[in-house]
């Protein structure tokens, strides 16, 4: 006789099931230094796999506008240098393309870039603050944008695509 198999989705809750289970009978036995660094870890991994799925849904609305572009176009695609910023479609995040790379921002990060640019100051010193504010909290734009020193044209560049794509609400 054939053993019956359960399907692939009733043994992943099965496993969660089980799984929170434990965490229940373990919960009374923890302080709340322990709580608090479980629930931390908790939001760092709920935030983790949404930033998976935001990727994921990016480069999937990447792939089908290539797709389109390829076939709406008689000649090959040519190298895109044109720097953008998008936004998802929740508006919690944005992503800045360059050269068919791109780097995410959350909402409050953009919120607080766009208000660093928007201030009475020389442009030397806008640029200094944002280079400064890069190199200290997200280094990673610099994979994408090779942004040398705040002297960088593709800084200016930079400044001038936020200031076209958001205003401040006053």
Do not use: C
Request: charge should be positive.
């Amino acid at each position: 006789m054939a053993k019956k198999t359960k399907p692939v989705g009733a043994k992943v809750a099965s496993a969660k099931a089980a799984l929170a289970k434990e965490l229940r009978s373990l919960i009374p036995k923890l302080d709340a230094d322990g709580l608090a660094f479980l629930v931390e870890q908790a939001r760092i991994h709920l935030y983790n796999m949404q930033v998976v799925e935001l990727n994921k849904a990016a480069m999937a609305a990447k792939t089908a506008s290539l797709r389109k572009s390829a076939i709406t176009q008689k000649t090959a695609p040519s190298r895109n240098d044109n720097l953008r910023i998008n936004s998802t479609e929740s508006g919690s995040s944005y992503y800045l393309y360059y050269r068919n790379k791109s780097v995410m921002f959350s909402r409050e990060e953009m919120i607080h870039l766009i208000k660093m640019i928007n201030v009475r100051e020389s442009d030397l010193e806008i640029r200094e603050r944002l280079y400064n504010w890069l190199e200290r909290e997200r280094k990673d734009i610099f994979a994408v944008l090779p942004i040398k020193d705040k002297f960088d044209e593709l800084l200016k560049v930079l400044i001038k695509t936020m200031k076209k794509s958001f205003k401040i609400r006053s």
